[in-house]
């Protein structure tokens, strides 16, 4: 009598090469791209001029983008200009540092 090895609960056997060519079809069927597939082709999707109800179509009509931009708007995005809050951040953790650094001083030397 053969003491068959488990195999773990991962592996599993084809007995008959018709169930699994079944299953590779029905699979191959289900990860198909929508194009592909039987509902898009009835479904108001498919042409491209009209828009369906659930869809959300963005083409450079339906949004508006500023023909250039203002020397105000490349000013802002300088490198080092900084908001108030972003400099108030970096004294407060540039302190604590210097606090900690100062508290590492006055500790006795270890012997």
């Given at each position: 009598?053969?003491?068959?090895?488990?195999?773990?609960?991962?592996?599993?056997?084809?007995?008959?090469d018709g169930d699994r060519r079944e299953h590779e079809q029905t699979l191959s069927e289900r990860l198909a791209p929508l194009e592909e597939s039987e509902e898009f082709r009835d479904s108001p999707q498919r042409d491209g001029?009209?828009?369906?109800?659930?869809?959300?179509r963005v083409d450079k009509n339906s949004v508006r983008m500023p023909e250039q931009f203002t020397e105000e708007d490349r000013s802002a995005?300088?490198?080092?200009?900084?908001?108030?809050?972003?400099?108030?951040?970096?004294?407060l953790?540039?302190?604590?540092i210097a606090f900690v650094t100062w508290q590492i001083t006055l500790m006795p030397e270890a012997k």
């Open positions: 009598m053969a003491v068959r090895r488990w195999r773990g609960p991962w592996h599993h056997t084809h007995e008959d001029g009209k828009a369906a109800g659930d869809t959300i995005a300088s490198t080092f200009r900084l908001d108030p809050v972003v400099i108030a951040i970096l004294a953790m540039l302190g604590f």
